[in-house]
């Protein structure tokens, strides 16, 4: 959030979470940065506050050791895709100077186009990445964005296409990582909305074809070694988030291999949701109450009119 301001984290507490880390042998590391970052933004104060937060992401990241950093472009306003990636090139250099990244890779997500996104086509993504080469940068797909941007990778042509639309764009060397998410918004809906794995609109064949593709997976020699296939499905009951995990791994054939999870394990705990849900109710409540007291005062100033004086004659 905005008004938590400039957040660091102590030494200390980052050497830890290295150390536990290389203790359970975890893969790579992405760092997802803060959702209300534009760095596309032309206004001023907007833009600014955008390059400070990124900043701070790029700084966090590097104490924690991440591999990556994943931010979205931003939108453009009343700008025009030039000038907005223009914006963004020279604000994530901005947000680079005087941060030693080390091994820390910045990697620009596409997005589903809704509004004025920068970054729902494959182009305008190469076209930041030129722009930032003097910086380490590369890509990171979502799923669930590339479809309701209008790429097909539902069918087995349209995969392949994509696929080729990528390699040739942006470089499939250069997509170390991939959002793995069904989409509730159909082919070319501009819109971003996640679904669970095979739920949606996607589908579990089509997840199938894109998790056993070697040119898509982690294996050599067509694939990139390290690759990292990250969930961002929604978590609408305790375990969701293990289900969708044991998903993947199943369509990618290799569920026998999976790693046993902690049982019961879920992000989102059952204590967790009663407070949820509870939020959810008194917003609701609020909703209704605010609504009311609207319709309350526009029959008021109905009453008022009608009740008017005569002129007198």
């Known amino acids: 959030m905005w008004q938590r301001g400039t957040a660091r984290i102590a030494e200390v507490a980052a050497q830890a979470f290295r150390a536990r880390r290389e203790e359970l042998r975890l893969g790579p590391l992405a760092i997802h940065a803060n959702y209300l970052i534009n760095l596309a933004s032309a206004q001023p104060m907007l833009r600014v506050r955008s390059i400070q937060a990124f900043h701070d992401e790029l700084v966090r990241a590097v104490a924690l050791g991440a591999d990556f950093l994943v931010v979205h472009p931003g939108a453009r306003g009343e700008a025009s895709f030039e000038q907005a990636i223009a914006t963004i090139i020279e604000s994530v250099k901005q947000a680079g100077k005087r941060v030693p990244l080390g091994e820390l890779r910045i990697l620009?997500?596409?997005?589903?186009?809704?509004?004025?996104?920068?970054?729902?086509?494959?182009?305008?993504?190469?076209?930041?990445?030129?722009?930032?080469?003097?910086?380490?940068?590369?890509?990171?797909?979502?799923?669930?964005?590339?479809?309701?941007?209008?790429?097909?990778?539902?069918?087995?042509?349209?995969?392949?296409?994509?696929?080729?639309?990528?390699?040739?764009?942006?470089?499939?060397?250069?997509?170390?990582?991939?959002?793995?998410?069904?989409?509730?918004?159909?082919?070319?809906?501009?819109?971003?909305?996640?679904?669970?794995?095979?739920?949606?609109?996607?589908?579990?064949?089509?997840?199938?074809?894109?998790?056993?593709?070697?040119r898509l997976s982690a294996l050599?020699?067509?694939?990139?070694?390290?690759?990292?296939?990250?969930?961002?499905?929604?978590?609408?009951?305790?375990?969701?988030?293990?289900?969708?995990?044991?998903?993947?791994?199943?369509?990618?054939?290799?569920?026998?291999?999976?790693?046993?999870?902690?049982?019961?394990?879920?992000?989102?705990t059952k204590a967790i949701k009663k407070r949820m849900d509870q939020q959810k109710a008194q917003e609701r409540r609020m909703q209704v109450a605010s609504q009311a007291s609207k319709t309350s005062k526009s029959k008021l100033r109905v009453i008022s009119k009608a009740r008017k004086p005569r002129k007198r004659g």
């Not at 694939?223 to 995990?245: Q, S």
């Not at 569920?255 to 879920?266: I, N």
Request: with cysteine; aromatic share 4%.
């Open 220 to 268: 050599p020699p067509q694939g990139l070694p390290g690759r990292a296939f990250l969930l961002e499905t929604p978590i609408d009951e305790p375990g969701d988030d293990r289900k969708n995990v044991e998903k993947l791994w199943e369509l990618a054939g290799l569920k026998d291999m999976a790693p046993a999870a902690e049982r019961g394990f879920s992000m989102l």
């Open 108 to 214: 620009i997500e596409n997005t589903a186009g809704m509004g004025t996104s920068v970054g729902s086509r494959l182009e305008e993504v190469a076209e930041i990445l030129k722009g930032l080469e003097s910086l380490p940068t590369d890509a990171c797909l979502d799923t669930a964005h590339l479809f309701a941007a209008g790429y097909d990778i539902k069918s087995e042509s349209g995969l392949a296409s994509t696929i080729g639309q990528i390699d040739s764009t942006i470089g499939l060397a250069r997509v170390p990582v991939f959002h793995v998410n069904d989409s509730s918004i159909p082919l070319g809906g501009r819109v971003d909305r996640h679904q669970h794995i095979g739920k949606g609109k996607i589908g579990s064949q089509a997840f199938q074809r894109i998790l056993t593709h070697p």
